[in-house]
């Protein structure tokens, strides 16, 4: 296993059910096409907020290991995701990791030592062509931009709504290169999962599955309390497999706090895979 591809391994996860009833479609939107119509809807459906922060319960899998921690989710629009690890009951931090536009930082505090990993040097996101603000729309339960950095009404023709499936849910995909982005979508807009298909020559496709549930209203909009990401690809003959689920509470909209981590020269940067260890015990 790379050092490189373990950095995602930290950060994945998987599934969920759905209700059996039909969705009732509807939008805000005067689109002359219904289905372009819908994907407006969904757009225009994302929380009027700069700032997302909440405590969270987190649970991380990978191969053989379980980890469940507190910890919190804090996300600055076009800035940082941030995921922090705590310390049950005294709170403490004992780790987090921040996704930038430009790097991610995953950062050890017990032990004062640090990886600062551009995106290229990341498998997954490389190889799939996946950015930071690709990142950003799956943590804010958005469709993925298709240009700059975040996705816009004007980019609803690009996304197929299939809205006479019949199923519970609206399937709406996007098809990019190597890439199949097929998102299940309620009737109101609100997105209730993804599934990232990454198509390899002489291989199984690697897949990525995001579930949202447990809605609740936040800046106008309906925003996720729970979110569960997996992710499988193969490595020659070897299955690699992660998960990840984050349960939020007390969301908030608050701005105190620093999007930037700085680190006191006290902490020395390290390889990925030493610190990524680190998370595994």
Known sequence: MRSKTLLIFALAATLAACSTQKAAVGNSSTHADPAVAFVETIIAGAPDTKNI?????????????????????????????R?????????????????????????????KRYAKINYADIDFLSENNISFYTLQALFWNELIPLAGTRATVNDAHAFAA??????SF??????????????????????????????VEGSA???????????????????????SFGFTTTVGS????????????????????DAETVLSSKYTEIDTRSLLSFFQM
């Open 162 to 167: 299939d809205i006479s499936s019949g199923s």
């Open 53 to 81: 922060t909440g405590s969270a319960n987190i649970k991380l899998q990978t191969g053989g290991h379980s980890m469940k921690l507190n910890g919190s989710l804090r996300m600055r629009r076009d800035e940082v995701i």
């Open 205 to 227: 496709p690697s897949m990525l599955t995001w579930l949202y549930s447990n809605f609740t209203a936040l800046a106008g909009a309906q925003f996720p309390q729970s979110q």
């Open 238 to 257: 070897e299955t690699l497999r992660a998960e990840i689920t984050i349960d939020m509470t007390e969301i908030k909209t608050s701005s105190d706090w």
């Open 83 to 111: 995921l922090q690890l705590m310390l049950p009951v005294i709170g403490t931090e004992v780790g987090r990791i921040d996704f930038t536009p430009d790097y991610a930082l995953v950062v050890d505090r017990l032990n």
């Open 170 to 199: 609206v399937p709406v995909t996007l098809a990019q290169g190597s890439n199949t982005f097929q998102w299940q979508a309620a009737g109101d807009g609100r997105l209730s999962s993804l599934v990232i298909t990454h198509a």
